[in-house]
Each structure stands twice: as structure tokens, then as C-alpha cells.
């Protein structure tokens, strides 16, 4: 069993910068994808971005791209989402999530493994 705690958001100004953090333990994350996923009030959950377990390859969502970064830190037990140049349409809840052996061909909800709680992020000024 895995728990997953995501810490780092908060209020920032449209074209400000976030890093969000996911602290795992329970398992050792050397053998799943850390995804992140967001979910703003009434609508669908949307899978952000993704980082896979072994060969470095990413998953990003378009309305991201280039703006946000995924990292991990196996030794830390930690994956990241940094996030610059925020939108107003970026505020939701991000949540992380992982999934054993992930590859990032896609980032789909149903496949993940363990889920954090969520962290509330909000652009605005």
C-alpha cells in the first residue's frame, strides 16, 4: 500500500509560479509513474502530466504543455509538478497519483494504483 501526501498550493497571480510536491511512502517509487491530475469545479477530472517509472518518458496535456514540468526524485520517495506561467484556468484541486510499472502512453484515472488527497491551487488576482 502506498500513501501519497501533495503539498505546495495555494493563491498566485495569474503568470505567477507553483511547485507542487507528492510524498510517498508505504512503497518504493522506483517501480511507478507519478502522474498528476486536476479537477476544477464542475468539471471532469483532466490527467495533467506524467512521468514513468523507468525510461524518463513524459505525458503532458496540451492546455500545459510547456508551461509545466514533472520530475521526480526516487530517493526522496517524491515526484513534482512544477507549474509557470499560471492561468486563471489552471485553478482546480491537483491531485498525484501513481501506477505501477506506468509508461505515460496516456494518463488515464481508471489505471491508477494509489491517489493523494488533493491540493487546492488558485490563479487570480
Known amino acids: 500500500q502506498m500513501r501519497l501526501v501533495e503539498s505546495g498550493g495555494g493563491l498566485v497571480q495569474p503568470g505567477g509560479s507553483l511547485r507542487l510536491s507528492c510524498a510517498t511512502s508505504?512503497?518504493?517509487?522506483?517501480?511507478?509513474?507519478i502522474n498528476w491530475f486536476r479537477q476544477a469545479p464542475g468539471k471532469e477530472r483532466e490527467g495533467v502530466a506524467c512521468l514513468s517509472h523507468d525510461d524518463g518518458r513524459t505525458y503532458y496535456a496540451d492546455s500545459v504543455e510547456d508551461r509545466f514540468t514533472i520530475s521526480r526524485d526516487n530517493a526522496k520517495s517524491a515526484g513534482y509538478l512544477q507549474m509557470n506561467s499560471l492561468k486563471p484556468e489552471d485553478t482546480a484541486v491537483y491531485y498525484c497519483?501513481?501506477?505501477?510499472?506506468?509508461?505515460?502512453?496516456?494518463?488515464?484515472?481508471?489505471?491508477?494504483?494509489?491517489w493523494g488527497q488533493g491540493t487546492q491551487v488558485t490563479v487570480s488576482s
Open positions: 508505504g512503497s518504493s517509487l522506483d517501480y511507478y509513474a
Open positions: 497519483a501513481t501506477d505501477l510499472f506506468g509508461t505515460c502512453a496516456a494518463i488515464r484515472g481508471e489505471e491508477m494504483d494509489f
